[in-house]
């Protein structure tokens, strides 16, 4: 792949450097720092690494870059080697540093230190650096130190006890989200602390708890504890609020759809609904009713009465029938959308949502789930593919003064 | 110092996404003033019953609270022409204007972005709605509790052999919020560069989908179909949650590796079963994780969830319980430690706990002041902040500006 093509047009970070040593516990962060045009250099060992050893892989076949994790969450990076082991990677890091702007790690709390390059070290080579540490419980506490994974850190946060059927064990998410949480909170917690630094001229360290980005993500549950002593519960497809649970997952006729019934101030959505039942001959059964009862007066028995002729009415319906009913008569419904019902989605397409990413490697472009937010200077794009391990050895190690002599010397050290 | 000070936000956004974004900037030192409308005030001020106390009463939500410490509040009546000059010079003073309101509301009150720059060229104006502010189904009304839906959460969490159950929460507002701090984080850096303002249009379906890359890429280059399946994963084995003694108590334990595996039979004690050949290797496991799965609760069901969790992690596998309100609040050590919750005071409701965030900031720490009073801070805001005159306050309050 012709290199520098596509990497001259960047984004609103485009004057800063990142130096990025995260396992897929920091991808996403460097990802929307580099997708917002950082040039975030992702630094990998030489040899295995554990992290993308994890399928499952472009077309079912191993290989490092071929894992989908990989792929999805290091475009518009670049990739170089670096063995940090040895003290002659560790002073090409430091070298590095000096004309960076931001380190990103997440290795064990103390792995840093241990290799000579940690904050206060890094920070007497560049007192504008702001280095971030994500780890899944922080730098200090009980914690610290306890085997983590995702399965883990959601049910220490209270992020797992609110899902899931009562008569079964809570659940996790199938697809990993504390590593995203905390790659998008990270990312916030990095561009404040970037804000001070060009106000002031001081960097800083940031230390991201995985365990508490995800405890951040819960709701009503730790309010209710600490203010009433209620524990919050969960109940399947449905869904507490004051006494009573509504269905909020209902099966229709080729599929699942999201919609509620709303009372109190928002009864106007269930009104809403109503009228779309009459406009077809059904609902008489709720003729009359008075939605607009407080929440705390609404009791189960109420309204799983309300339920029953709307669970027929779902049951005749197509997830694409009610999606246009509901756009129609104004009621709050979203269907049970999956990966390939997003990427046929008309909303995602008229506003040009999804980006083609080329592979020449592969033979193919692969759609990549666009912009966060659109703006109207443009500031994000996803830059290029997800690079090779070591794919900007050359170009970043010549970046850096190093000739071809000494770079082929470092690869016999294996240094890089 | 703070991070953020000298940062003014204008707040216009209300019940969960808006609301956490701007707590996040008022918590790390920007100034951020929230407008409520005079008969539309925060929806969770009143609709939740999370009342401090389990007293009712407009200043005594636990909810809001919750999500909206370290900001001033105001009142206006944006039907009122004085009401309309308090929000011209509110917009004069920003640098931040936030909104999460159905696309049109903003408009309705002269408030859209065009209007906006007519009084402040270089503003940030930030819009977060459920699916952007164009395309066929920007005017779609709905709530996180759906879009989650919409956004292809729902479908991932569930049992195989039943349908998808999603979240009793709504995830997408807690997805949203990090992206519109990001953005007016941004925004700012592209003002210093450029001097210009600009706007924001955040779809929070749009910002949520990137955390299902994997899976949208397994289909999109593999046509592979991701679906939930409990709390299993295909890469390890065992990987699930497991009953324990006491109501609704579990622990969660994820194996992942052989050495792991055998420091789990010798925490149990060698049970005959565990040191069984079938159960030997990943791929052994694998293939008999059904009956796995149930011999581990044999073992756990008799056990306290917090013993087996402590067990295992000091042999180095990974065990974690499955935490509620509760444990979160009052005995979970670590989130102890690193201060996620504290006590705040406030004028009706009295000290009462509030959350600080995920991450520490070793020069410019947060500091979590408690939620406003509905309109409590009218006059400082319009005195202090806005220079007024006592004679003009006076007649903008005698005017209805605030109600």
Request: glycine share 8%; proline share 5%; charged share 20%.
């Amino acid at each position: 792949m012709e290199e520098n093509v596509k990497l001259t047009q960047r984004g609103v970070l485009q004057p800063y450097r990142v130096l990025d040593l995260t396992d897929n516990k920091g991808y996403f962060c460097s990802k929307i720092l580099a997708e917002l045009g950082a040039d975030v250099i992702k630094i990998e060992p030489p040899g295995v690494n554990l992290s993308i050893e994890k399928g499952p892989y472009y077309h079912g076949k191993y290989g490092l870059e071929r894992s989908l994790l990989w792929m999805a969450f290091n475009t518009s990076k670049r990739c170089i080697s670096l063995n940090l082991g040895l003290t002659q990677g560790q002073e090409i890091f430091r070298q590095l540093v000096k004309t960076s702007h931001f380190v990103i790690e997440s290795l064990p709390p103390g792995h840093m230190d241990d290799k000579g390059l940690g904050y206060n070290v890094l920070s007497e080579l560049n007192p504008q650096i702001i280095m971030t540490s994500i780890t899944p419980f922080g730098q200090s506490g009980p914690y610290r130190d306890y085997n983590d994974g995702d399965l883990v850190v959601s049910a220490l946060s209270g992020f797992s006890y609110l899902s899931g059927d009562q008569d079964r064990a809570p659940l996790r998410f199938s697809v990993e989200q504390s590593s995203v949480q905390a790659g998008s909170q990270a990312a916030m917690a990095i561009l404040i602390a970037h804000h001070y630094r060009q106000l002031s001229g001081e960097g800083q360290y940031i230390d991201v708890s995985m365990h508490e980005c995800m405890a951040l993500c819960t709701w009503v549950q730790k309010p209710e504890w600490a203010y009433l002593k209620n524990m919050y519960r969960r109940q399947g497809v449905r869904q507490f609020r004051s006494h009573a649970s509504a269905r909020v997952i209902w099966p229709c006729r080729d599929g699942y759809v999201a919609w509620r019934i709303w009372t109190g101030g928002e009864s106007h959505f269930t009104e809403a609904f109503i009228n779309y039942m009459n406009s077809e001959g059904m609902g008489q059964e709720l003729a009359g009713v008075k939605f607009g009862i407080s929440y705390d007066e609404v009791t189960q028995e109420l309204i799983e009465n309300w339920e029953r002729p709307i669970g027929e009415f779902m049951l005749r319906h197509t997830k694409s029938e009610l999606v246009d009913a509901a756009l129609k008569w104004g009621f709050t419904l979203y269907p049970v959308n999956t990966p390939e019902d997003l990427l046929d989605n008309n909303q995602l397409k008229a506003r040009d949502y999804w980006v083609e990413v080329e592979y020449p490697d592969f033979g193919v472009s692969v759609s990549y789930p666009g912009a966060p937010f659109k703006s109207t200077a443009p500031m994000w794009q996803i830059s290029h593919n997800a690079p090779l391990i070591g794919e900007h050895n050359k170009e970043i190690y010549t970046e850096l003064g190093l000739s071809l002599e000494n770079i082929a010397e470092l690869m016999r050290n294996n240094v890089i | 110092m703070q991070a953020l000070e000298g940062v003014k936000v204008l707040d216009f956004s209300w019940i969960v996404a808006g609301p956490t974004a701007t707590k996040v900037m008022g918590d790390y030192g920007a100034t951020v003033i929230k407008v409520e409308g005079t008969t539309r005030h925060d929806v969770t001020r009143t609709a939740y019953s999370v009342w401090v106390g389990g007293i009712p009463g407009m200043n005594r939500s636990g909810l809001f609270a919750w999500y909206n410490s370290s900001k001033y509040g105001i009142t206006l009546n944006l039907n009122n022409p004085s009401s309309k000059e308090v929000a011209r010079r509110l917009v004069d003073w920003s640098d931040i204007v936030v909104e999460n309101f159905t696309p049109g509301t903003m408009t309705r009150w002269g408030l859209d972005y065009n209007s906006l720059k007519r009084i402040k060229p270089d503003v940030i104006m930030i819009s977060a709605s459920m699916e952007g502010q164009t395309g066929p189904r920007a005017t779609q009304p709905g709530f996180g509790t759906m879009l989650q839906a919409g956004a292809g959460f729902t479908n991932f969490i569930g049992w195989p052999d039943r349908g998808p159950v999603g979240l009793s929460i709504m995830y997408t507002d807690f997805v949203a919020p990090w992206f519109m701090v990001i953005a007016a984080m941004v925004s700012l850096e592209h003002r210093r560069q450029s001097g210009e303002g600009q706007y924001i249009d955040l779809s929070q379906m749009e910002a949520s989908i990137p955390f299902l890359s994997s899976a949208i890429l397994n289909y999109v280059a593999n046509g592979q179909i991701e679906t939930a399946s409990g709390n299993r994963s295909s890469e390890y084995c065992p990987h699930g949650v497991y009953r324990c003694c006491g109501e609704d108590r579990w622990c969660a334990i994820a194996i992942y590796s052989d050495e792991e595996w055998r420091a789990f039979c010798s925490v149990m004690g060698d049970l005959p079963w565990a040191i069984d050949p079938r159960f030997f290797t990943l791929q052994n496991r694998k293939e008999n994780e059904d009956e796995l799965d149930k011999l581990i609760e044999t073992w756990t069901v008799g056990q306290e969830a917090e013993g087996v969790m402590h067990r295992l992690q000091a042999k180095g596998v990974a065990a974690g319980i499955i935490e509620n309100g509760n444990d979160c609040l009052e005995a979970d050590p670590q989130l102890k430690h690193r201060h996620h919750f504290l006590e705040v005071d406030h004028p009706e409701m009295g000290a009462h706990l509030s959350e600080s965030s995920s991450f520490i900031l070793s020069k410019t720490p947060i500091n979590v002041r408690r939620s406003p009073c509905l309109g409590e801070h009218n006059e400082f805001v319009c005195t202090q902040i806005l220079n007024m005159s006592d004679e003009e306050f006076i007649k903008t309050l005698a005017e209805g500006a605030f109600g």
